[in-house]
């Protein structure tokens, strides 16, 4: 069973059109991440939610945004994508436990590719 | 801040055959989780193995067996009688034991040969 799924798999845009793309989880998880995975590298986080609370990461570009309107939905939003932001972006979930082993769930990953 | 070096950006291994991936750390926390996950090829990444760093005994499950070493800040994972599905890439990622956010190393790539 899919636990955590992005839509879509693929997704074109062009340069500078803004984009969204889309995470929904069945874990009932209150912490979701997006993370951005250029080729054959690590991922990258960009920011995540701890329950509605927004956590962004300080080298963050800010034409990267989010939202997440309820416990099973995150929106990663690209308001002018350049050729650079051409990547695999991945979501994650996880129980939130300020202590102990707090296991990351991913999905699948949007490709994006700019034209 | 905390990084993770994975020094082998791509291994082989012989099918049947054990292969290990190095990892190491830099941290000046003494509680942290350590983590390997395995990227297939287009499919979603998943948790291999994790260690508690307070826990002296090595993480195992099934064929794959970590090797911690805290005082070298070093995680390597062992995968014995390696088979075709395990070629993927592989991160060691780093998590301190408050936070949620996970640092990962650069990743090796194993290939498996038939």
């Known amino acids: 069973d899919a636990m955590v799924i992005q839509n879509p798999r693929y997704q074109v845009t062009q340069f500078g059109k803004p984009v969204t793309l889309s995470c929904s989880q069945t874990?009932?998880?209150?912490?979701m991440y997006w993370y951005q995975q250029k080729s054959s590298q690590a991922p990258k986080l960009l920011f995540h939610y701890y329950d509605k609370d927004f956590n962004n990461e300080a080298d963050t570009p800010d034409n990267f945004q989010s939202r997440r309107p309820n416990t099973s939905f995150c929106f990663l939003d690209i308001r002018s994508p350049g050729l650079g932001d051409a990547a695999m972006y991945l979501c994650?979930?996880?129980?939130?436990?300020?202590?102990?082993?707090?296991?990351?769930?991913f999905g699948a990953g949007t490709r994006l590719s700019v034209l | 801040a905390q990084t993770v070096t994975q020094s082998q950006p791509e291994m082989s291994v012989q099918e049947a055959e054990t292969v290990t991936l190095s990892c190491t750390y830099d941290t000046s926390e003494s509680d942290y989780y350590l983590f390997w996950y395995k990227q297939p090829p287009s499919r979603q990444m998943i948790l291999v193995i994790r260690q508690e760093a307070y826990k002296q005994q090595n993480a195992t499950e099934n064929r794959f067996s970590v090797n911690f070493q805290k005082a070298a800040k070093s995680f390597s994972l062992k995968i014995s009688d390696s088979q075709l599905g395990d070629a993927a890439m592989y991160f060691c990622a780093y998590r301190m034991e408050y936070g949620n956010k996970l640092v990962f190393g650069a990743g090796t790539i194993l290939r498996v040969k038939s």
């Open positions: 874990l009932n998880h209150n912490v």
């Open positions: 994650a979930t996880s129980r939130d436990k300020r202590t102990g082993v707090n296991i990351q769930y």
